[in-house]
């Protein structure tokens, strides 16, 4: 019983940083049961994540291995307000600047791909 219940605790994110590093960097090992532990639910960040899911799988075998041994690299992290904090990052495998919106939820913190891959306003 007591691994049942520290394994739930874990999935939980108890703050912004741990939201969305445990979601990147779970992607970045090819986690994606554990990534999406980290996600919003709904139909737009579903749609989302598939999307994230099959650039991953998209990678030659070599490129996986060079991301999954990659370095996590955080730029920076903005706190909007005491619900929302965004993170800079890239990787040390492709080095792209990217951006995730981390939402507090009864659930824990958890990453709004939505923001974060959905068209800039």
């Known amino acids: 019983m007591v691994s049942c219940s520290s394994q739930t605790s874990g999935e939980q994110a108890d703050n912004a940083i741990e939201g969305g590093r445990n979601f990147i960097e779970n992607y970045m090992k090819g986690d994606m049961k554990k990534a999406k532990l980290y996600i919003v639910e709904g139909p737009e960040n579903k749609a989302h994540f598939e999307k994230l899911i099959n650039e991953y799988f998209g990678l030659d075998k070599e490129g996986r291995m060079q991301l999954r ?53």
């Open 69 to 121: 041994l990659a370095s996590l690299q955080i730029d920076e992290i903005k706190t909007i307000n005491e619900q929302t904090t965004v993170f800079y990052y890239r990787n040390s495998f492709d080095k792209i600047p990217r951006w995730l919106k981390v939402i507090s939820t009864p659930q824990g913190w958890k990453v709004d791909l939505k923001y974060s891959y959905g068209p800039k306003i």
